[in-house]
């Protein structure tokens, strides 16, 4: 007689981070899922990696890890990932800018350039790692007018001071690129399809 192995049970996710889009990507491919902030202190943790010259991708995982092992040691019973994205431009590594003068400073410094967003995952279940995936995508900016530039840093800046380096793609955001190599929702700052892979892989998702 052939016994069939029950499928696991599908589970909800607990998403380490305030960002909206992020929470509304995994809500769009039907995952249950609530989202909580980590409230690290990131810029911090990021200049004390940087001054030990650790590697872009390295600070990015890194970050992701301690969002998410911040929630699981709270929910030790939960499925979290933890997710951070950076931006990295000749060396140096860029955040969120704090003031609509700073973004419109980084966006200067990308102009007629071609800058990484980095995009780290980090998977927790019941308090510790079990999954992680860090994706890049590099993106060429347009030769954009100062007056250009300034009028947009201004009028977007309640949607700016949540993105790394000052834009959005999936908005307006999208006028200020000639060239994009990478994956669109990397850039968005969750990649998706390896996330949802893993995620069936084992189960935690329906299939």
Request: glycine share 6%; charged share 20%.
């Amino acid at each position: 007689m052939l016994i069939h192995k029950a499928a696991p049970m599908p589970r909800p996710l607990l998403l380490a981070s305030a960002s909206t889009i992020r929470l509304q990507l995994l809500r769009n491919a039907g995952i249950e899922v609530t989202a909580q902030s980590a409230r690290i202190d990131e810029d911090s943790i990021r200049r004390a990696l940087q001054a030990e010259a650790a590697h872009p991708r390295d600070i990015a995982d890194a970050l992701a890890e301690m969002k998410a092992r911040k929630l699981a040691e709270k929910n030790i019973s939960a499925l979290v990932l933890g997710c951070d994205q950076i931006l990295a431009f000749k060396g140096q590594v860029y955040g969120k800018p704090e003031t609509p003068a700073e973004a419109r400073a980084q966006l200067g410094l990308f102009r007629d350039q071609t800058h990484q967003l980095i995009s780290a995952l980090v998977l927790y279940d019941e308090g510790k790692p079990i999954w992680r995936h860090i994706s890049e995508a590099s993106l060429t900016m347009r030769s954009l007018s100062d007056a250009y530039l300034d009028d947009y840093a201004t009028r977007n800046w309640s949607a700016l001071q949540h993105c790394v380096g000052g834009y959005k793609l999936e908005e307006e955001g999208v006028r200020l690129f000639s060239g994009i190599n990478g994956d669109y929702f990397t850039i968005l700052g969750l990649p998706m399809l390896p996330l949802i892979g893993y995620l069936a892989t084992r189960g935690f998702i329906a299939t």
